[in-house]
């Protein structure tokens, strides 16, 4: 069982606004499972330095990433190289009375190591239900699940949640005491994913199943 306390290293400790820093364990899971896109940085094998947007999920202390055998930043990562992950959530914009204090609020997660290939079958047909109920909860269990060509024909690989750090901004802005009573607005207008009306696939007739309308309801629909 891990540790519920993130253990800063070199890499990982933020220099800039230290106090933003979180260290709790279940802050970092929280930023990770609520995001859904994350950005994988590493050096490719010809040198070149590459940051890549992409699906991922967590189970547990680890993250997945998976994609075909021939992705070059798979079989990149597959060979051992070093890996910076990071998912970032803006929460806000945050508007000052000047144009220099404006800035946002935001919840961002960053985990350093190397990636381990996933080969048994089983744990990767676990894994990449994950990856479909890391989107939309419950949905693995509607859906058919991978056979074993599919399975074979993925690459799926794990990077343990040791190196990590969490950092966050909240609350309103800062301005400077002269500024105060200047007449501007000033404050924060929230962000948030928001999706739209279920659009059915041509011969679907059946309403939306729950996993689906429970995440139309957490996120709210737009219309």
Not at 118 to 125: R, T
Not at 196 to 221: H, L, N, W, Y
Request: proline residues 7%; aromatic residues 4%.
């Amino acid at each position: 069982m891990s540790e519920p306390v993130l253990s800063p290293t070199a890499r990982t400790t933020v220099r800039r606004l230290p106090e933003r820093q979180r260290d709790d364990r279940a802050a970092l899971h929280a930023v990770l499972d609520e995001g859904l896109v994350c950005h994988v940085g590493f050096v490719a094998t010809d040198g070149t330095p590459v940051v890549i947007p992409t699906a991922y999920c967590r189970l547990g202390e680890r993250l997945y990433l998976h994609g075909s055998p021939a992705s070059r930043m798979l079989r990149s990562l597959k060979d051992g190289v070093d890996v910076c992950v990071t998912v970032t959530l803006v929460d806000g914009i945050v508007m000052a009375r000047s144009a220099f204090h404006h800035s946002m609020n935001y919840r961002s997660a960053l985990i350093f190591g190397r990636a381990e290939v996933v080969e048994d079958l089983d744990e990767k047909g676990r894994v990449l239900d994950g990856f479909v109920d890391h989107v939309l909860p419950g949905r693995a269990a509607e859906s058919r699940p991978g056979n074993e060509t599919e399975l074979k024909g993925t690459l799926v690989l794990a990077l343990d949640l040791t190196e990590a750090s969490v950092k966050a901004r909240t609350g309103g802005p800062v301005d400077d005491p002269e500024d105060m009573d200047l007449g501007i607005w000033a404050g924060v207008l929230p962000i948030g994913l928001a999706v739209a009306e279920p659009e059915p696939d041509d011969g679907i007739v059946d309403p939306a199943p729950p996993s689906v309308a429970a995440f139309a309801d957490r996120r709210g629909v737009r219309r």
